[in-house]
């Protein structure tokens, strides 16, 4: 069957004066119909520009250098501007960190959300604002009616990531790609948030590509991960197996990172006054190259504790190892 | 409607206004002028451009409270007899209709060239800011002089005066433009790089839509603060040209003809011909100044006085 989303050897240049440094290198993955697959990686591993580079909006001086990105068959790298505007917001919405920011202070809500669904349907306001008050409802915002006629400075937070969500589901997308939809907010909105996310996504049987550096909330919503590192995929599989137990040492060392529980199986809060393992949490030596000096052979060798000859010479490439599961490295077997 | 007009009495505009008393009192000096002058015909005791009412004899009746004043002159009258209270009124509503006329026709240019500017390719902006550069770089009495010159040529002197309101209107809306064009660009710059913005290209929205709906409607501040000075600037503007004798011709006098017809009496005694309309220019362009010094602080939101 073919794939949602099939993304190969998407390549992301931005060009410098006279040089151009690749932000994404030769990443490929595909999504199923309503699949969830979390990209994960530090800041700058190239997360975010993979992401817009799949809506084909990855902005000056940045451009797709190669590859293809296939969404329900057609190649957005390739599409025209209209067909572009025709998918993005329509069969793709996205989702951004600071919803502050995403939503126009002087337009509002209502105006924002019949906008959108009129730019993509032919459907006149008042259908149109029975669409947005039915998401609005799906996002559990209370009095609904009352909340379309009000400004984004007029809600909360978490009320305004609901709406950016509410937003993003208007016409019914296939594919969700969230970029740190919760880093913004205070912990306890994140886990409502995520749950909410992680219901729509099913109740609507939609894609979903999370984008973010926190592994708990991965671990928690997607069935893949793909872990980023300096522009490329270095390790990717199911998440259950990923997380359980990490081949690649990058993602190791992310997760040896995490705050943990002594009992790795329930981290739940009933655990509080049973007694933990006391210890350091690990730290990865040094910090991320940046893209224009990437270290030769495997980006990661300069931090790596396995590093061999073979790694400062040869760039590994992501292969299927012994589990099904795929990473880039040539210590793992 | 009574709703809103609550919500105005409840707004912190209102009651950062009342607590202003500069802002008050300019606002209401303003408001009588503007008033006097829309209503010129109602108030005015003798109506100036109607020849039968005037009387050659009654020229340069000095003020009501001089030797020799006639109590039908409030302000005592021109070298042709008219009563110089009446002229004022209606050459304060010559001169608030071409700077506000002028000043929409700025905003209109201005407003669409700096949109397209700050929002389109490099190279449009480019073209688009030197136009401006260019345009700026004339002097708008250079820029009145000549189109002035075409204007009577095909026109006639003699209905010069039916298109002068017009004619000022475009000269002073086109030399001005530009100011609005680079207000407007700059705030576009910066609004541009907002994820709202950025949020409104994911939605797949048209380049054209975002420009209009969405950015334009945060950059209005600015476009606010700078209309009630450019409004200034244009009555101004329009009583220099009339005193260069430029602008509005004497028969339909705006206050800067006023000024310019009562000038070459000023100093065989008649004063008052060139006195009291230059005070009530003086008057309206600092009411409206202050009005537009006190909306850029209150809109400035660095700025907080107390």
């Known amino acids: 069957m073919q794939p949602l989303l099939d993304v190969s050897n998407l390549t992301v240049k931005f060009a410098l004066r006279d040089t151009a440094l690749t932000a994404v290198n ?167 948030i995520m749950d909410l996310l992680l219901e729509l996504c099913q109740s609507e049987d939609m894609g979903l590509i999370l984008i973010t550096h926190d592994l708990g909330v991965v671990s928690q919503v997607t069935q893949k991960i793909a872990v980023m590192y300096a522009g490329g995929i270095v390790e990717m599989g199911d998440t259950a197996k990923v997380v359980g137990e990490p081949l690649h040492p990058y993602t190791r060392g992310l997760l040896g990172a995490l705050p943990q529980c002594a009992d790795k199986a329930d981290c739940g809060l009933a655990d509080v006054a049973a007694p933990r393992v006391r210890r350091r949490l690990n730290q990865i030596p040094g910090s991320m190259p940046s893209l224009s000096d990437v270290p030769r052979g495997c980006p990661f060798n300069n931090r790596c504790e396995l590093c061999e000859t073979v790694c400062t010479t040869t760039r590994p490439l992501l292969e299927v190892k012994s589990d099904g599961r795929m990473a880039a490295c040539h210590m793992v077997a | 409607m009574a709703g809103l007009f609550k919500r105005f009495r409840q707004s912190y505009f209102l009651y950062s206004f009342l607590r202003d008393p500069v802002a008050v009192t300019s606002f209401a000096l303003f408001v009588v002028l503007a008033l006097s002058a829309l209503l010129a015909p109602v108030i005015a005791p003798h109506n100036p451009f109607d020849g039968a009412n005037i009387d050659i004899m009654d020229a340069e009746t000095p003020p009501l409270w001089k030797d020799g004043g006639n109590p039908a002159f409030l302000l005592g009258t021109d070298n042709q007899g008219r009563d110089l209270f009446s002229a004022i009124l209606y050459g304060m509503r010559v001169s608030l209709l071409i700077g506000v006329g002028a000043v929409a026709m700025q905003a209109c240019i201005g407003i669409m060239v700096g949109l397209l500017s700050g929002y389109g390719s490099r190279r449009l902006d480019n073209i688009l800011m030197r136009i401006a550069d260019v345009q700026l770089s004339f002097s708008s009495y250079m820029v009145a002089i000549f189109l002035g010159a075409i204007v009577q040529m095909t026109f006639g002197v003699g209905r010069y005066e039916q298109v002068a309101v017009p004619f000022l209107v475009l000269v002073i809306g086109l030399a001005e433009w530009p100011q609005y064009a680079r207000t407007v660009r700059a705030s576009v710059l910066a609004e541009k790089k907002k994820e709202y913005v950025e949020a409104a290209r994911v939605i797949g929205l048209r380049p054209f839509r975002i420009m209009w709906r969405h950015i334009l409607p945060n950059t209005l501040t600015p476009v606010l603060v700078i209309s009630t000075v450019q409004v200034a600037n244009a009555i101004m503007s329009e009583a220099a040209l009339s005193f260069l004798g430029l602008g509005m011709p004497v028969t339909k006098p705006s206050l800067g003809s006023l000024i310019k017809s009562g000038f070459q009496y000023f100093f065989s005694g008649s004063w008052w011909i060139t006195l009291f309309p230059g005070v009530v220019l003086i008057l309206l362009v600092l009411s409206i100044n202050l009005l537009g010094d006190w909306l850029r602080d209150f809109l400035n939101p660095k700025l907080y006085k107390d």
């Open chain 1, 26 to 192: 030769d990443v490929s993955f595909t999504l199923a119909k309503g699949e969830r697959l979390g990209l994960v990686g530090e800041s700058g591993a190239g997360k975010s520009v993979t992401g817009f580079s799949i809506l084909n909006l990855v902005s000056k001086p940045g451009f797709i250098a190669g590859g293809s990105v296939l969404f329900e068959g057609k190649d957005l790298t390739r599409a025209d501007a209209e067909t572009l505007r025709d998918i993005r917001g329509n069969r793709i919405s996205m989702i951004f960190q600071d919803p502050m920011m995403t939503l126009n202070p002087v337009l509002t809500v209502g105006t924002q959300m019949i906008e959108t669904i009129r730019a993509h349907m032919k459907v006149t306001r008042k259908e149109a604002e029975a669409i947005a008050l039915d998401k609005l409802r799906k996002v559990y915002i209370p009095s609904p009616e009352r909340r379309l006629g009000q400004y984004p400075h007029e809600f909360s937070g978490g009320m305004r990531q609901r709406i950016v969500i509410a937003i993003a589901l208007l016409t019914s997308p296939s594919l969700i790609i969230a970029d740190e939809p919760t880093t913004a907010l205070d912990v306890t909105i994140q886990a409502e």
